[in-house]
């Protein structure tokens, strides 16, 4: 899922989103893209103290229905990212609820087709 981020507010983003490369270029590293990407899935765009709980809560539930969550992505990993933003859509629970239940019924009629 391709969202538009800004890193710039997360504290000491140059040490703990960035990576170098073999050959000196950087590029976001694994849990920071992973972060970034989960934002739509979750439908929360802004990382911040208070919604880490609904962050993790949603990203468990996304997990239990078997979306593949890295596991280096910890309410620890959330905790070192606030600040992170991106364009995702953001969705209400009720919104994100529906969203998840959605794509349940897709996939049983899928099973049974």
Known sequence: MDVQWDITNVSDSETKCWHKRSDDKYELNAVTQSIIDLTALVGISKITPKNIGAFAQR??????????VPDNVTIDALQEHVGVETSAKIMDYRKFKNQIFSGLEQASRDVIE
């Open 59 to 68: 990203l468990g539930i996304i997990k239990v229905i078997g979306y593949p």
